[in-house]
């Protein structure tokens, strides 16, 4: 099955940080452009930022810019999120996906979605 599978998710209090893995299961992700999602229950899957192949980041949501951090490593088959000074607004399940070319904010034109892992920031 192709598909990613995230992982780093957990509990932590404000302020705090968490580093996100998005590794791929079946395929490789060189070449593909990868984004990172976010989804209350309830609410729409929102965008956060992107990495082209090149490694040029697109954000998708200001409230995270000098927070969060995307990087990618093709070797590893894995793109990760470096997520700083944690609040909890940033309380969310958190999916990556790819995408062939460019790098959109609607996350039902991406593709090869895992099952998310969940981030909670609580004192």
């Known amino acids: 099955q192709l598909q990613f599978v995230e992982s780093g998710g957990g509990l932590v209090q404000p302020g705090g940080s968490l580093r996100l893995s998005c590794a791929a299961s079946g395929f490789t992700l060189a070449g593909l452009n990868i984004g990172w999602f976010r989804q209350a229950p309830g609410k729409e899957r929102e965008g956060v930022l992107c990495?082209?192949?090149?490694?040029?980041?697109?954000y998708f949501t200001d409230s995270v810019k000098g927070r969060f951090t995307i990087s990618r490593d093709n070797a590893k088959n894995t793109v990760y999120l470096q997520m700083n000074t944690l609040k909890p607004d940033d309380t969310d399940a958190y999916y990556c996906?790819?995408?062939?070319?460019?790098?959109?904010?609607?996350?039902?034109?991406?593709?090869?979605w895992g099952q998310g892992t969940q981030v909670t920031v609580s004192s």
């Open positions: 996906a790819a995408r062939s070319y460019g790098c959109p904010a609607i996350a039902a034109i991406y593709k090869y």
């Open positions: 990495i082209t192949s090149g490694g040029e980041v697109t």
